[in-house]
């Protein structure tokens, strides 16, 4: 049967082509349409902008403009959204304005998806009150928000710290009838989480479920990852449970962090038969699920399978990341390889990683086993340092009744520029006044007050 060509077909093979990256060939089927006299249209070029802003870059998305145009074809609203989220990708807030400009000059007007867009990317550098004053502006233009807006006005009043002022807006908005999706309270446990509120977690989670709203798998991985963070191991199981018998797909991920949960709490055995049962569904499985795999047998001093398994994800084409390297070094100092945890570490560096935690974790692993002045001495020569490794060092001196030495480098830490635990200091104030006299503890917290005001 002869299928007639048309120009819907073209845009859907070339769709299907951007969305599996293959942009070169994406170009050739255009290239084969327009020369068995199929032409393409504002959608075929949308399409293609979409796909290079995605994988390539917003510059390459714009070139396309170009292109339209000499094809004699006018970009329309959608092309410029396109544009403007592609800038918002790359945090490129110029490029951003630069397309709204551009569209008004045009005599195209923006929609509410523009200013959505807009506003996200405000919220995507840092500029929360910009972006509240975009959604000022839709309103005041008489365009009517969408779902999307008010979800977008919540992800980033959280992800810029403000989780309190998106539960007063999330709030506000239920009294003037806006009727919230799972999304929403999806972004609003996810910033909740990120806080450690898991009472309000558990709180809102209940919310949902009376108003008859289904929770996916994000909603119940969010409420338990939170619960297992602050420790509440027991109601993070029950929402698994719940999870699997109410018959909600649960991720590779949400087994993962129940694994991660159940190794943390000691229960080695459950934590076993969830491996299985990873295993037996045939999860095919990333490198943070063997990251998770492997620091279990380095828990339970297996280190030779924990090797092993390195070589299958390697095997397997994945590469190491900074998680894995720091899980190594962590299990080779517990298990008091500190020479072969010395040298992955300047592996580590040679490799071009971020090694400050596996750092921490080698001068921490140092203390625990004794060796203090050896600690003292990398940490002395090394210039990676924060104020997880001052506070290591900084304890470990107060538990051999160094005080004076612990109180010389919180002092340093703080000429620094890094912030001190509460307890690190008392641990230091009450040492120096059992070891020596209550002047030696004044004299240590007035140096610290005098440090602290220097610095800020």
Not at 266 to 286: F, N, P, S, V, W
Not at 395 to 411: F, G, I, P, Q, V
Not at 433 to 454: C, E, H, P, Y
């Amino acid at each position: 049967m002869f299928l007639r060509l048309s120009t819907k077909l073209l845009n859907i093979s070339v769709a299907s082509l951007c969305r599996t990256r293959q942009l070169e060939k994406a170009e050739a089927a255009l290239i084969d349409g327009v020369r068995l006299g199929v032409l393409p249209d504002v959608v075929t070029y949308n399409i293609l902008i979409t796909g290079y802003c995605q994988f390539v870059g917003f510059d390459a998305g714009y070139y396309v403009v170009h292109r339209m145009k000499e094809a004699g074809i006018s970009p329309n609203v959608i092309t410029y959204n396109t544009l403007m989220a592609g800038a918002t990708r790359q945090h490129s807030l110029s490029c951003c304005l630069d397309m709204l400009d551009e569209m008004l000059e045009r005599g195209i007007d923006p929609d509410v998806w523009s200013y959505n867009t807009l506003m996200h990317c405000f919220f995507k550098i840092g500029k929360p009150d910009e972006a509240y004053r975009i959604f000022s502006d839709i309103l005041l233009k008489n365009i009517s928000p969408c779902q999307a807006t008010f979800n977008i006005l919540i992800n980033g009043l959280c992800k810029n710290g403000y989780i309190r002022n998106a539960l007063m807006l999330f709030r506000n908005l239920q009294r003037q009838g806006f009727v919230p999706q799972i999304v929403t309270y999806n972004i609003l446990m996810n910033g909740l989480c990120k806080l450690g509120k898991w009472k309000e977690i558990i709180s809102l989670f209940e919310e949902l479920r009376e108003s008859g709203i289904a929770p996916n798998a994000i909603t119940y991985t969010t409420a338990m990852k939170c619960c297992f963070r602050s420790k509440h191991y027991k109601e993070g199981l029950q929402i698994f449970y719940e999870m699997k018998t109410r018959g909600y797909a649960y991720d590779l991920f949400a087994c993962c962090t129940v694994v991660a949960a159940l190794l943390k709490s000691g229960r080695r055995q459950t934590a076993d038969k969830c491996i299985a049962h990873m295993i037996k569904i045939g999860y095919e499985l990333d490198i943070a699920s063997y990251n998770t795999l492997i620091n279990w047998h380095f828990k339970q001093g297996k280190l030779e399978k924990a090797y092993s398994l390195i070589d299958v994800a390697e095997a397997r084409g994945l590469d190491c990341d900074v998680y894995t390297h720091t899980i190594l070094i962590n299990g080779l100092c517990k298990a008091g390889n500190f020479d072969v945890a010395r040298r992955h570490l300047n592996h580590m560096k040679m490799m071009g990683f971020d090694c400050l935690v596996a750092f921490n974790c080698f001068i921490n692993g140092l203390c625990r086993a004794g060796h203090l002045d050896h600690a003292l001495q990398i940490f002395n020569s090394s210039d990676m340092k924060d104020s997880v490794t001052y506070s290591s060092l900084v304890n470990s001196l107060c538990r051999h009744r160094r005080y004076r030495l612990a109180a010389e480098l919180l002092l340093s830490c703080i000429r620094a520029g890094m912030k001190i635990l509460k307890s690190d200091l008392k641990a230091v104030f009450r040492g120096l006044n059992r070891s020596g006299t209550k002047r030696d503890g004044k004299k240590f917290k007035l140096k610290v007050q005098i440090a602290k005001l220097l610095h800020y």
